[in-house]
C-alpha cells in the first residue's frame, strides 16, 4: 500500500496565468482550480500541474551553475522538430546544453518563466536497423 497519493507539479513563477497557458497549449490541458495565487490544470492523461504565484520567484538559470535546477520536467514526444516548433511558437526558449549521453535524442527548454524542461524522442521498440 503506497504511503501517498499521486500529487501535483507544482511551479512557483510571478504570473501563473500566463505560466498555465503555456502549458495547457503543450500539453492539450484544461483548467481545474483556478484561485487568487495558484492555477492548476489537468491533461487529457490525467497529468496534474499547479502554477503558484510567487512575486519573488527567480527562474532557474540552469545549465549554468548559479541558482540552477531547482525543478526538470520531461515530455515524451514523437516528432522533435515538431514539437520543438510548437514549443517555441508558445514563447519556450531553447536551452543550448552538450548533447546528453544515452539512447534517448533530447532538447531542452526554458518555458516563459524560464523553468526549464526536456523534450525526449519517444524511443522506438523496434530494433534499430542498417
Known sequence: ????????VVLDCAEPEILAEFYKELLGAE?????ANRV?????????MA?????????PSWPRPE?????HLN?????????ERGVVGLGGRPLETKDAPGPYEERSFSDPAG???????NASAAPKQG
Do not use: C
Not at 483548467?31 to 484561485?35: G, K, S
Not at 515530455?75 to 514539437?83: P, R, T
Open 40 to 48: 492548476e490544470i489537468r491533461g487529457a492523461d490525467g497529468f496534474r
Open 51 to 59: 502554477f503558484r504565484r510567487d512575486v519573488n520567484a527567480t527562474p
Open 75 to 83: 515530455f515524451v514526444v514523437d516528432d522533435l522538430d515538431e514539437a
Open 115 to 121: 523553468h526549464s524542461f526536456t523534450l525526449l524522442r
Open 1 to 8: 500500500m503506497a504511503l501517498v497519493k499521486a500529487g501535483v
Open 67 to 71: 541558482n540552477s535546477l531547482q525543478a
Open 31 to 35: 483548467e481545474t482550480a483556478v484561485a
